[in-house]
């Protein structure tokens, strides 16, 4: 193994059967992967779960459970969301091999997430604007829906070819600044809308998916946290200036 896989995360939002949570579990496993994260789903050490994850219930009793995606996130790096879903506004997208070599690259600095939604409505809008990026697993557009432990299978095989694919002495990424964590970018977002707001260029009323785009934009850029910290700082300025031109009005 090329390196290590300890850093990914499986995260699996509102899983409603207990079962597929099991077979997930088998899944990554099978594939070297163990650190699985619940957000809000069925009962992860429930015998039908034991039974599905066929020797891999140790991921399931060490399962990180959580009640928000946001908490399950927390000090990622860079979040990949799983989606066979087309949506009005595109996230930018990625195969899954290329997903994969992401995950793998991006893990050698801090830890990174591959993201699953419930079973019958995969993740939503709101969920996927957490997410850098979305990757979607080709099939057949007349069938094109995987079950949940399938779409881990397939994802963490990949992951698995990736993480093999690196030699135990190739050279990582020059050192630099660390990328923003998810929890940096969503802060940053929350501190843009409520400037947007202020200088009345958002209308809160109606926004016409304005932060998404913005959200989209930034995603791509995958941005350090220098530079959310300098974005932070424009936006801690334009506040104090509102406020000076406020107090002399």
């Keep these: 193994m090329g390196m290590s896989l300890a850093d990914i995360r499986i995260v699996l939002v509102r899983t409603s059967h207990p079962g597929n949570i099991g077979a997930c579990?088998?899944?990554?496993?099978n594939m070297g992967l163990s650190r699985l994260s619940l957000v809000a789903g069925a009962d992860e050490c429930a015998p039908d779960a034991i039974a599905r994850a066929a020797g891999a219930d140790d991921l399931l009793v060490n399962a990180e459970k959580h009640t928000t995606l946001e908490s399950a996130l927390a000090g990622c790096v860079l979040v990949i969301g799983s989606s066979a879903r087309e949506?009005?506004?595109a996230w930018p997208a990625l195969d899954p091999a290329e997903a994969a070599k992401q995950l793998v690259t991006k893990a050698e600095e801090g830890a990174v997430a591959l993201v699953f939604g419930a079973e019958r409505t995969g993740l939503s809008n709101e969920e996927l604007d957490r997410c850098q990026f979305v990757v979607t697993i080709p099939a057949d557009p007349a069938f094109s829906s995987l079950n949940l432990a399938a779409a881990v299978q397939v994802l963490?095989?990949?992951v698995y070819r990736a993480a093999n694919?690196?030699?135990?002495?190739?050279?990582?990424?020059?050192p630099g600044a660390r990328l923003a964590t998810n929890t940096e970018l969503q802060n940053y977002y929350e501190h843009l809308e409520r400037v947007l707001v202020a200088i009345e260029f958002l209308d809160p009323d109606n926004p016409r998916?304005?932060?998404?785009?913005?959200?989209?934009?930034y995603n791509r850029a995958m941005p350090d946290a220098n530079e959310i910290n300098i974005l932070r700082g424009i936006l801690t300025e334009i506040e104090r200036q509102l406020q000076k031109r406020s107090d002399t009005a």
């Design 156 to 158: 963490a095989y990949e």
């Design 209 to 217: 998916k304005l932060m998404r785009r913005l959200t989209r934009l």
């Design 87 to 89: 949506r009005a506004i």
């Design 165 to 174: 694919a690196r030699s135990p002495g190739q050279a990582s990424a020059p």
């Design 25 to 29: 579990a088998r899944a990554m496993k």
